[in-house]
């Protein structure tokens, strides 16, 4: 019943990113036209009309609906059942006051969470805790992923979480577990649910990370094998994303850590064991992605090495064949003269000879022979040959 | 009618700098000649003389105009609503020392706010706090950026803010906002208004660091089609350009950092949250200015691997019809030899044979037909177009 | 007697590692399926089933024998003496689960033990103390390391630990040490016997790492003397194990820090004593580890230093050659020129002189041995034999 | 009549350096020989003999003189006005043994004064304050710097300050402010001489600094158009020279930070006040030096990019020369050859045509013009031509 | 007479080290086989039998002699004399052993003394102070250097050293300081005969790097006039010798560090300020050590790109010859072609010309010397002249 209340969003969204127009766009924080109001929200005029789910919950009993308006939360919030109230799409400006009108949020914190992208961070104010973090999905084609915003707003009996747009949601198996009971999920506080959807905004990170060892693996063979144009540009796409990967989750382990360390009254202590198990999670996330980072960033100098041999190799085989042919030519040329025979004994004498011509050919063998050997035993004839067995 | 009080500048003001000549000045800060007297003021004599701007305030009403004398302040200051003095320009040592000499300003500080460029900081001194920031705005020409010094004196009912110049002034709108009573900054204190301030110099970062992610992308572009002497130029600048940004920003976060954990009784605990808003801001331009630089200082890399990338193709071509060319030739030439095949049936019979020149061309023609298969197969000739296809 | 109570596990082993196939997977952590129940155990259908062996010990005897369930430990758990339980294989959820009940383990900590492999760490909870660490042991074939998780959960009167499979057991030593109560392990407590695993398992990495003090200087021998696709390839080999070794190590050092400044009363301060010199010993194989890794990184410049002398001496001969033989060619090209010496005496009269042709044949020895003498004094005929000469 | 009594020193001094021989030995410290006594003077014979000026003064009065014996001071350390002793050169042991007693210095600072070079430091001893500074100051070919160490022992009424030799002394315009009273110089006690004096040194790094902006420009430049043997060594003079600057002013930055947080007596508050502003002015000079570093070290980058560009410049040229050469050499080659038409029709008919020469021609252009519109194609010739614009 | 009890060794010693075979050994750590029993001493076969050396001081009187057991020294500990013991040599267990059972050595110390090579350290056990330091040595050839492992045990009236071998000893020179009663040394405790002895040990590194200065600067010289296989064996010897030095170095700075903080009885505070100049003596190391290792990597830069312009001179060379030589060798292929000139007066009319010859060779003159124009201009011809000149 209530998988039917989160219907998918009417209004069909854009294709997120076109790759060639806009990927250096992907690094730039939100901020405001300078000058502006402190708490100014900016509404991008192509962003999905917020939509308002309603969880709430006790040990006995669980209630899922989609709400209208935000002023319908009030009651739950009041109550001791946990709410989660959950704030899809940023498309209306009225909306959005009226959800921070609702929660009693401070117009500085609700600019943090309508004007994305921010940097993760957390911070108390007035008895309420804001956690920004970063959630990375992978993309369809499976080639990169997608970063959106997802703010958590906590409250002594209730959480708010507001996303970006409907889609690429990884909350739906914490909605699972609350509605078939699963675990201890029903019998903990809104900070126990805060840490189940942080930690899987976290472990989010593992498989699109694992991704980037195998893309580097290929590329690295491609890379040896051989060196072209594309290489590089997937080289530097793989560092441009590892470094978005960065930016996103360095400051989520900094939030994290103050979460711990903090002594907030809305974190209860044995949730904080939890979220200290979610801190080894970030750790080991930023342990793969730095090692990521050393390996892709290790691949530049591979290319240009890579196509220093080759160069190299192009340039045996061009001067192998000219010190082969060089001599041969100058030969033939020596015996195309028209020097006179008949004038004297000296000019030419080879051309009348009855073996001349046979001589001659047995001169340029002999020649082109000596610099065979002589490459063979330089090692260049035989090495041109075990490089390209090594690379098929 | 207070915007009639801001004339524009009379004198013409010259071109800030010109980039052939000046672009490395730019790294240097100013500096008295060693052994001057503590205090000494430098004067440039092609800066703007100062133009002096009072706003005076509190909810009810306020008062905007332009003073002829520093004295005139004195009144204002005193009064308890709340004063801005704009001063505008850094062209007259006289008004300047009488302007220290209205806020009590110590000699040292004066120093730091006449000598242009200094480091940005914050410094507290008889219940004068000091802040010294760097503001950027957008050259006209959307290339680069102007940087220009602004220090603000914060007193208890009053704020001097001083400019290198009256141009690239990001202030207007807070003047609005105080003339047309938008948001709260009537009813607030000096220390609000220099929060203001100081936030819009902070989001003018922005819109300038914006603009090199797409400077970037399309110098990456343009080194990987074509990479020529221009595009190193344009590295270098870029290069040069965002240390230049470094410089101003990193210090200006070890000073709002200080601004917050400061204890000074100018500063209300209200206004701390909003410095805290703004340092969040510093950091995320920290975010996106490293971001950038990485970038850029990949570009040189690979720039060199596109260099090698094509001297490597225009290695294979040239290897490529050496290699076909150099056999044939050889073969012309030996039959353009003089053995005289009247002398034995050794000498050249071929030049005799009724098919020599048809079979001569046979051999040429397998022969250059065997080193083409072979390029084909090693890839050189496929790839050539490959890379050209890529490219194109 | 206790020899025979440790069988080779029936299962055959594959093969740890496909090269080819999942070397970047060396560097993933596990994790769990994003938004699963806090505490699922991962099983690797692969995994060997656990077997439990059991050294039961105090000053005056020992026991030792392989357990069927894991609640035959608890009665040994109870006593005084020090028990040492020893998980070998991590094949099966229901054992596992029964071990976490037996030691009364929280399931975030089983979670840890089990889902290989986690970073290593230190942690305390409910007087039992987790210590996470990764073993290495040199593979069959000489050529890098396997890798091993092991778990220490160390209690009052007893130790468990937990090792990913029964092979590459370092730990018969010790067996040995208690068995035949050599030092004074047997009279010391289950603290005294993780110094003495974890000691072994730090020690275990100065072997391997000296391993690659060998190897490195293989490896430059060989770029040096003939830089070949090859050389990268062992040079990113090499460089990839380091980092995987300094990935297992650092956390260690941390890790031991903990222990030595941790007020654990598990730990007693004779023991904390023993670890101290062990903290020295990490140290110590952190040192030879980033001296390693600093020689490595720099044979990728070797390597293209290398490439580049190469194509030097390539484009030397290239050029001797062609200089010397272009010359000549075209001479021999002049006297093959048909005009008609008849026709005047200024055409070609050389053709008809009676020393003509030897006259050519000096002019050229003149030419070339200009040619060679002035590459002689260049140095480039003579740099060529001394760098063939260098090599070999 | 004080100016006289600074004479020039009679001895001839030696050129500071012989660039090619003693570049690298500026960067080493001084020692004593292993195992010699603490506090051995080394005494270099070339050194200046020491010259001892004392300047002493309060408010209304100034007494400056040379003196002939150190002990000549004592009675102006114990009287109530500023003493300032001024020595300069350090050619003496008996000398600077003698002055030792005199202001009863440790034998260990002792020699810290005297073995120079030493690394800057700041100490405390016994109720006085030792403080080891560099001084640099332009070299008079306006290429590179003179690097020199001033000490300061710094006492209740006086400051003794040693410098290595009489030339290259920027405290001349301090002994102007004493001498004509000018600032505040004559009311204040050793201790604000001490800051002047320091001031003085560090306001010396910025003209230093700004030079090496310009010969950085100078250089881009002339890598950019002309890389040559002569830029390479540039650019590693420029970085050592960094280098050395480095070395000089990152510890001072240390001392003069330890002077303002010290509790020493030594120092007034109202003194750290202008340590504070030198401290900011030390701040400045690191800021512009890893600037200057920054940029040099990309110069190495550039340089070899230039070079390589150039590289692929020259191969072009030979590329297009032998892709047009070589066909046409071939197509003479072949009607070059001696088949015989008379035997058959088949043998080289062309030669016998009455346009057969005609045609060979046209074939020859033909191929040739067909290479030139391929290389225009392919940017080859009119890059060059680019290229080469864009340089000059 | 003392001088005698100090036999040179009668084993002659093996050369330290074979270049070619054990180079990366250096970097390795001594380590016991994992799982062996804490305190195991390692004794290398080929070590020297320990000689036992003591010195008994107070300030009236001075003893020395060499013993033949450890347990001779101990009357000499028990008295209130100061008693240095010197160790050379560690070859016998047994010696060993009794020497920890006379001092009273923990084992883990023993340990530490004996297995050589560990890394420099202070600890402190038992009222003793254990301080493990590495000396360095010139090589005889003058090439490099040799490390030693010195250890220190200091107790309240004595000093144990232990030194690897009884040459390349620097402590000589203090020998001399007690007998002849130079110094203070008599007068003082055990504690300033350590700092004497350390003192010696860290000031013997100057000499050592001072030499590197010079072997850079040559490297550098040779490196830029001739880049060869040479130069880079060169670079890699010197960049891994500066490595052993920098972890010798840096381990002993924070030792020096920690024994000038350390609240030890052992020291007092007199000899604290002398250690405190000691690690002034450190960080001037250090620093020396940095800047040349700096330096030392900047070659690799400069190797590379001195081959590159080198390949770039040799490409010029070759460019110009063949551009030259082609169309001359062309034009003469053409008057080599056999069109008949009888057939047709189209048919190469130039051959019957009375000055067709002439003609010809006026061409190519004027061919060649347009060629030669263009590069003149083009400043290849100049340069490669310039920068020959450069060099030599």
Request: glycine share 4%.
């Amino acid at each position: 019943m209530l998988q039917e209340s989160y219907p998918k969003s009417a209004k069909p969204i854009d294709p997120i990113q076109d790759d060639e127009e806009e990927e250096y766009d992907e690094f730039d924080y939100a901020y405001n036209e300078p000058g502006s109001l402190p708490g100014t929200l900016i509404i991008d005029e192509d962003a999905t009309v917020p939509n308002i789910f309603l969880i709430d919950y006790h040990a006995d009993n669980v209630t899922g609906m989609q709400l209208l308006h935000p002023e319908d939360c009030t009651p739950y919030l009041e109550s001791e059942s946990v709410s989660w109230v959950d704030v899809q799409g940023l498309g209306s400006e009225d909306v959005l006051q009226r959800i921070g009108q609702v929660f009693k949020i401070h117009p500085l914190i609700l600019e943090d969470v309508v004007n994305i992208p921010q940097r993760p961070k957390v911070e108390e104010y007035d008895d309420r805790l804001l956690i920004i973090t970063h959630m990375v999905t992978p993309k369809n084609d499976g080639i990169g992923f997608i970063s959106e915003q997802v703010s958590f707003v906590l409250g002594k009996n209730y959480l708010l979480t507001v996303q970006e747009e409907p889609e690429h949601d990884t909350f739906e198996v914490v909605r699972e577990r609350i509605h078939r009971n699963k675990g201890s999920i029903r019998n903990q506080r809104a900070d126990y649910l805060s840490y189940c959807l942080i930690d899987t905004i976290i472990d989010g990170f593992f498989p699109v990370l694992e991704d980037y060892g195998e893309r580097l693996e290929d590329l690295q063979d491609a890379v040896l094998a051989n060196p072209s144009s594309q290489s590089i540009d997937a080289i530097l796409r793989i560092r441009r994303e590892l470094l978005l990967l960065r930016r996103a989750i360095w400051p989520q382990r900094e939030a994290i850590k103050l979460l711990i360390r903090d002594d907030s009254t809305l974190l209860s202590d044995s949730v904080r064991v939890y979220f200290s198990d979610c801190y080894d999670h970030v750790v080991q996330v930023i342990d793969m992605l730095e090692t990521y980072r050393e390996l892709a960033s290790s691949l530049m100098d591979v290319y240009l090495s890579s196509i220093s041999m080759r160069t190299n190799e192009v340039m045996q085989v061009l001067t192998v064949i000219s010190v082969i042919f060089m001599p041969l030519t100058f030969i033939a040329g020596v015996y195309g003269m028209n020097f006179n025979p008949q004038v004297s004994p000296w000019n030419m004498p080879e051309l009348e000879w009855s073996y001349g011509y046979v001589t001659c050919w047995a001169l340029m063998i002999v020649t082109a022979g000596t610099m065979i050997i002589y490459f063979w035993r330089k090692g260049w004839l035989g090495k041109t040959r075990i490089a390209k067995t090594g690379r098929s």
